[in-house]
């Protein structure tokens, strides 16, 4: 039996059936067993509603005949020496649960040895919009993702990738892979799921103590905040930046960045804000690195 499955029972009635496919090989043959399209969710696992509303719209898409795939990877080559893979959360049989009442059809979740064999040594250098932002303070970041995205993409062959809003540079830049590298898929960006006070939903979120994670609505709060300013007609990039950097220290948190860039081409406004304009945060509390960004067009 090539594939695992996963079962949902409520009253005793099976209300569904998942496909785990854990190597490349299990996942190759489900996928070319299997007719319609493919709607691929990547992701590292730790699912939460975010995720449950990329998935939801990939079942949406894909509608009845096509196939909904989802993968779980909590990729190394895209966590520095001195961050968080070995403590990312993996709470598989969870999130086995939710995927399935979510709507997915195939979850592909390989082993680090069987996404990087012995002897892998080609990786996709990210380009410019790789080197700043998160791409300067997580140098090799945007590779690692760059290059299993590419390695999932080669294995999953979807029509169309869902990718989040919330990581606002990684979807940038992968759309301009997939454009770059003539890889035949389509990316749509879903909005971000937020919590009540705003904060945005993340696997992260996790580590954060109560009073840590009263404080991280902060983030929403500066970004908000300077979106009002935006809306009324502010283009001060510098007063945009003060403001929203110290909403964040009235909370505690440690700015990285909170600034207003390019749309397209994160760019910072140096000195008048203009269109299109998102909002970019990146912020620390205690060892816990949270970012978002909210986009004006
Ligand atoms: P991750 O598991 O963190 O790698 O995220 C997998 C996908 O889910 C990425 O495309 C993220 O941008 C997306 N995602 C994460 N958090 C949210 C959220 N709060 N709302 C919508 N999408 C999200």
Same mark, same amino acid.
């Given at each position: 039996?090539p594939h695992g499955f ?5 009253? *005793? =009635?099976?209300?569904?059936?998942m496909n785990i496919c854990k190597t490349i090989s299990e996942f190759r043959q489900y996928r070319h067993s299997a007719?319609?399209?493919v709607?691929? &969710?990547?992701?590292? !696992?730790?699912?939460?509603? !975010?995720?449950?509303?990329? /998935? ?8 009845? #005949?096509?196939i909904?795939a ?7 080559? =895209?966590?520095?020496?001195?961050? #968080? ?13 939710? %995927?399935?009442?979510?709507? +997915?059809d195939v979850v592909f ?13 080609? *990786?996709?250098?990210?380009?410019? $919009? ?14 690692? &993702? ?9 294995i999953v062959e979807?029509?169309?990738?869902? $990718? ?5 540079? =990684? ?6 892979? &997939? ?10 960006? +879903? ?5 009540? #006070?705003? $904060? ?10 109560? #009073?840590?994670?009263?404080? +991280?609505?902060?983030?929403? =709060?500066? %970004? ?15 007063? %945009? /930046? +003060? ?24 760019? /910072? ?8 304009? /998102? ?19």
């Amino acid at each position: 039996m090539p594939h695992g499955f996963v079962s949902l029972k409520t009253d *005793s =009635q099976e209300i569904n059936r998942m496909n785990i496919c854990k190597t490349i090989s299990e996942f190759r043959q489900y996928r070319h067993s299997a007719a319609g399209k493919v709607i691929f &969710v990547p992701t590292m !696992g730790a699912l939460h509603e !975010g995720h449950g509303s990329l /998935v939801r719209m990939a079942r949406r898409l894909a509608g009845p #005949d096509g196939i909904v795939a989802a993968s779980i990877f909590v990729n190394p080559t =895209q966590f520095g020496p001195h961050e #968080d893979f070995h403590k990312y959360p993996r709470p598989f049989e969870q999130d086995l649960a939710n %995927l399935t009442a979510w709507g +997915a059809d195939v979850v592909f979740s390989p082993s680090p040895e069987e996404m990087y064999g012995p002897g892998n040594a080609i *990786s996709i250098d990210p380009g410019e $919009l790789g080197t700043v932002l998160d791409g300067a303070i997580r140098p090799g970041h945007f590779r690692g &993702v760059c290059t299993v995205v590419a390695k999932l993409l080669g294995i999953v062959e979807p029509a169309a990738m869902i $990718l989040g809003q919330k990581d606002f540079q =990684q979807q940038l830049i992968l759309k301009h892979m &997939v454009r770059d590298l003539n890889i035949p898929v389509e990316i749509i960006t +879903a909005p971000t799921l937020r919590e009540p #006070d705003g $904060l945005a939903m993340s696997s992260r979120n996790r580590y954060l103590s109560p #009073d840590q994670r009263s404080r +991280a609505a902060s983030i929403y =709060q500066a %970004l908000s905040w300077a979106t009002d300013q935006y809306k009324s007609g502010m283009r001060d990039a510098a007063a %945009l /930046v +003060a403001g929203m950097s110290e909403h964040l220290r009235q909370a505690g948190l440690e700015v990285q960045y909170a600034l207003p860039c390019h749309a397209e081409t994160l760019e /910072v406004y140096p000195k008048a804000v203009g269109a299109p304009c /998102v909002f970019l945060i990146a912020a620390k509390l205690g060892t816990t690195r949270l970012i978002d960004n909210v986009v004006n067009s």
